[in-house]
């Protein structure tokens, strides 16, 4: 794991590996608890987010996963953003986690490599 970042309430957690974005509920069913007060014995459930494949054919991208971060906001977070090499990638929370990892993400180009994936309070 090469980055982690947790939501502002504590319920969403991203793991971030080279290749994979790992989106965890904090929460357990039936439980007002997150697993960051107490630990559950059933395991979390993983979604997971990757670039697909033909894009990464197609745009020569080889470089790795920047760490994933939330942006962060007076109304929450609402976006997942990770870069890989000259590319930005970016998910809607409310899409992934409606869909159990939508394959559907935003991809922008930049001038640079990406570096660094933080937000400013209230940025978009």
């Given amino acids: 794991i090469i980055g982690l970042d947790v939501s502002a309430d504590g319920?969403?957690?991203?793991?971030?590996?080279?290749?994979?974005?790992?989106?965890?509920?904090?929460?357990v069913d039936g439980a007002s608890k997150s697993r960051f007060a107490k630990s559950f014995s059933q395991k979390p459930e993983l979604i997971s987010l990757q670039v697909r494949k033909n894009d990464l054919a197609i745009?020569?991208?080889?470089?790795?996963?920047?760490?994933?971060?939330?942006?962060?906001?007076?109304?929450?977070?609402?976006?997942i953003v990770a870069g890989r090499g000259m590319y930005l990638f970016e998910w809607?929370?409310?899409?992934?986690?409606?869909?159990?990892?939508?394959?559907?993400?935003r991809m922008d180009r930049l001038e640079e490599p990406v570096v660094a994936t933080a937000f400013l309070h209230n940025d978009k």
């Fill in 11 to 27: 319920r969403w957690l991203l793991a971030t590996t080279d290749d994979t974005i790992f989106v965890i509920d904090t929460t």
């Fill in 92 to 105: 809607t929370l409310a899409d992934v986690v409606k869909e159990n990892g939508s394959s559907a993400y």
């Fill in 59 to 79: 745009f020569n991208i080889e470089e790795d996963f920047s760490a994933a971060r939330f942006n962060t906001g007076s109304t929450g977070e609402t976006l």
